[in-house]
């Protein structure tokens, strides 16, 4: 019987132990677990890429895996604990739209988790990650059913970060979901809907039209406009940053000119 | 039967395989380790923050893991390695008073490691982690007694970081034991101890006075004092950056007068 | 049976998902793998100081492990994908150079992986570490020959970054493989080889003439020479950074002057 698996996202950086000491809550737990770091470095509270982040993983994970998600800015207030089911997977943390693209994606079931007894007591005012959220997936990769946790709920948070929106018959007003490591800048447009139809992508006074398949096709130093891997359109500089030549950083407004 | 589990804490950083490496010579010794990263980003030779982050973090893993930290100036020189046993875990690293916060904490015995036939041969001058203190780790968690290591020593290096000192009838003296990735301020001041009597923290020449119980109740931008998931007190701001606000670095020094 | 160990090297950062996604796609195929990190903070497209950094990881680990090495400028271009086999490890990767110094220690045979059915389907054009190199270095872990995955080919890339250069009677031309955490510039002398001839080492205006054995052993804040645990020379700084001190960095060239 294979291990269950339980990936983590946060935005609680490497320089605490907070992640490893959830991953000590989990073990406690479910000894068993095989444990994956998406990534920790979402920027502090930033809902949308984070959300962005786990929609881009969970589906290369195996069917069953428990997806433990955790940028929570509103730690502490009424904000709801839930445990999602969506194809196939698991998603547990806080009801503020961090798992809008699943949503999205996929038929969810989602439930307000309220069952005290499968948190760690007491419950600290400044850490759920580690006294709600951890146990209760440790349970779930156990194989508690998610109906032990706490009723289903409809009215459960849904934000649309991930949807450019229509400014003029051929202009679409988006946003920056996300810069990766090497300073490409990944936009909310979807490469399949988008990519025939542009005509430029515009970003303050600046523009970028052209478009191209493979990094190498790109002379050195020069902007462009790709399909990511991520499904969406990425500005990219070949061998370069994009962020910085652009100077422009996360939630910045996008404009697509349609041809 | 549970896999064992090995914890690791250094100053190594992410950028070197220094981490990876020794989970090599971990794996060689013992196959069936289940390894966690509590934090590689201690603050280069920072033996009181690396001692803050463990006492953090061990108390929420099983009993019996293995603890190993290596934060170590002293690399080459003579200082001791040794092999702590205390509330029913076990701890390995240089006997630099790392481990202090342990000591204070649970009954501990103290083994100065001697058998080299645990260790790498040859035992390099610069790199004790892979030498020396991954494999005696890796050994512990194999089931060799500590006993096997070496003798009990009573001399071990403690060091009072964590202990505020009284410098005025209604006024003590601290310092930042950590800054995390929120900017939140660390202190040395331990909640239960501090937070009912405090009238105010100051820093320099700036003073912080308020208290909060949750970050979702101060104004956005607002300095606050909260007692953190830590147990210590914490200047923070929310959705912001203290450390940044007050300018504040690790071991810098904190008033706090009571009322 | 121990489980089947996979390593993992990029210069993907630790702030996107990319590292995580792989290791989903791995346990995907071989459930049973245990995954360590080396280093995903490889300087991006630097191949020479992620062979370097490979280098000084794979021989701690046991035989039989697969060593996944992701630093690729040319990702969807028509570089090959290659499995190599040396010293009774396994290496997967781009054909691009990132492997010279694995060839230059162990007798290698090299394969171009050409099955794609051992790919994920389809194949992006921009994330071959997730849809070439991990599912082969999954299977290979779950005990596919590597003969399976193409044929052996002799014109793979072979680069000369470790090897210094003679410039004169007494000097020789190298350079900086590495910056370590600490600041400790690598370089790509052997220290086997120079230590006891070494007269002073030149960067720019600069030269250090000091050499020592244990970093205790140096006033703080002085410059010197050490055998570093890679095997090389470094130059280091009592508890701070010699790169900031002599202002260098990779690929920065160095020149050595024999007695």
């Known amino acids: 019987m294979p291990r269950p698996l339980i990936t983590l996202l946060t935005d609680f950086g490497s320089s605490d132990p907070y992640v490893g000491v959830m991953k ?8 068993d677990a095989v444990i994956v770091d998406l990534t920790h470095e979402v920027q502090p509270f930033e809902i949308a890429e984070g959300g962005f982040l786990l929609a881009q993983s969970w589906l290369h994970f195996p069917n069953g895996t428990v997806h433990l998600a955790v940028v929570d800015p509103g730690v502490g207030s009424r904000r709801r604990p839930v445990v999602v089911e969506a194809g196939g997977h698991f998603f547990v943390g806080p009801d503020n739209g961090l798992f809008s693209m699943v949503f999205a994606a996929a038929l969810s079931n989602v439930r307000h988790v309220t069952a005290s007894k499968y948190f760690r007591d007491p419950v600290s005012s400044t850490f759920h990650g580690r006294d709600i959220f951890a146990p209760v997936a440790a349970h779930l990769a156990n194989g508690v059913t998610a109906a032990k946790f706490g009723r289903t709920i409809t009215d459960y948070t ?29 936009t909310n447009f979807l490469a399949d809907e988008f990519r025939e139809r542009m005509l430029e992508m515009r970003t303050g006074l600046q523009s970028v039209n052209r478009a191209a398949e493979y990094y190498a096709d790109v002379p050195f130093g020069e902007l462009f406009v790709v399909a ?18 652009l100077g422009v950083g996360l939630g910045a407004p996008l404009e697509l000119r349609l041809r």
Chains 1, 2, 3 share one sequence.
Do not use: M, Y
Not at 25 to 30: G, Y
Not at 228 to 245: K, T
């Open 228 to 245: 990511g891997s991520s499904g969406f359109l990425e500005i990219s500089v070949n061998q370069g940053s994009a962020a910085r030549v």
């Open 24 to 31: 000590g809550v989990i073990f406690d737990v479910c000894p």
């Open 158 to 186: 849904r934000l649309d970060f991930f949807r450019p929106v229509r400014s003029a018959k051929r202009a679409w007003t988006g946003t920056v979901l996300h810069i990766d490591r090497f300073g490409n800048i990944v």
